[in-house]
């Protein structure tokens, strides 16, 4: 079974300008995370999908960010303009189930670079 | 006060030693608890949900104290492959109805021959 794949891996932009993180869930899992760690912070929550359905957006940091998943199957994040301090590594995360106790598959992340 | 905190770290241990990593969380309200692994540059990996009654595998023990809100994980027997940052999670549903994780930063093992 393929894991959550992200791409790009790694992205280096200059200030103002947008970039677009995509992530493909595992298939079949209907709630997809994004995640993000800024450099000497712990990993924090930005939103939570069930299927096409935005369920939490509480943890998105302005609107400089919109995040879609149109038919419930891959997601993006767009980042427009960047700023210096967007520059982290952007994780997604899938799971089958929503609930505390089901596991959340993490994809190898997106490492953004603002210049 | 972070929501979850762990150990500050670095751990630097030789093969073999036991190790062990604390973590404490302010959220009652949380549900589940989990170790996670993280090695550089890559994704976090789910190592061991923790539960209040105590659980092992293989040389990985965790625990769980509700009434202290307090989460711990031990190594025994280490070895080189056990290197990696540990991060202690928990998972509660939030005010839109989301189960997210929240992280601690981690802290780093590193086992020495």
């Known amino acids: 079974e393929a894991g959550v794949t992200q791409f790009p891996s790694h992205s280096v932009i200059e200030k103002g300008q947008t970039v677009t993180l995509r992530c493909d869930p595992i298939s079949g899992h209907d709630n997809l995370y994004w995640y993000r760690r800024v450099m000497g912070k712990e990993i924090k929550f930005l939103l939570h999908?069930?299927?096409?359905?935005?369920?939490?957006e509480s943890g998105m940091p302005n609107n400089r960010f919109l995040a879609e998943r149109t038919g419930g199957t891959y997601s993006t994040l767009k980042v427009q303009p960047a700023e210096l301090e967007d520059s982290g590594v952007y994780f997604c995360?899938?799971?089958?189930?929503?609930?505390?106790?089901?596991?959340?598959?993490f994809g190898p992340g997106t490492r953004l670079t603002v210049t | 006060r972070k929501e979850v905190e762990q150990d500050p770290g670095p751990f630097n241990v030789p093969e073999g030693a036991t190790v062990a990593f604390n973590c404490t969380y302010s959220?009652?309200?949380?549900?589940?608890f989990f170790w996670y692994r993280q090695d550089c540059r890559k994704e976090p990996k789910l190592l061991m949900s923790v539960y209040s009654s105590g659980n092992e595998d293989g040389r990985f023990t965790a625990q769980l104290n509700r009434a202290s809100q307090y989460i711990s994980l031990l190594i025994r027997d280490s070895k080189l492959s056990d290197s990696a940052t540990y991060l202690c999670?928990?998972?509660?549903?939030?005010?839109?109805?989301?189960?997210?994780?929240?992280f601690g930063k981690g802290t780093k093992l590193s086992v020495i021959p």
């Open positions: 995360a899938s799971s089958h189930r929503q609930g505390a106790s089901y596991e959340q598959y």
């Open positions: 999908f069930v299927k096409e359905s935005k369920q939490d």
């Open positions: 959220n009652s309200a949380s549900q589940s």
């Open positions: 999670v928990v998972s509660g549903i939030s005010g839109a109805g989301s189960y997210q994780l929240t």
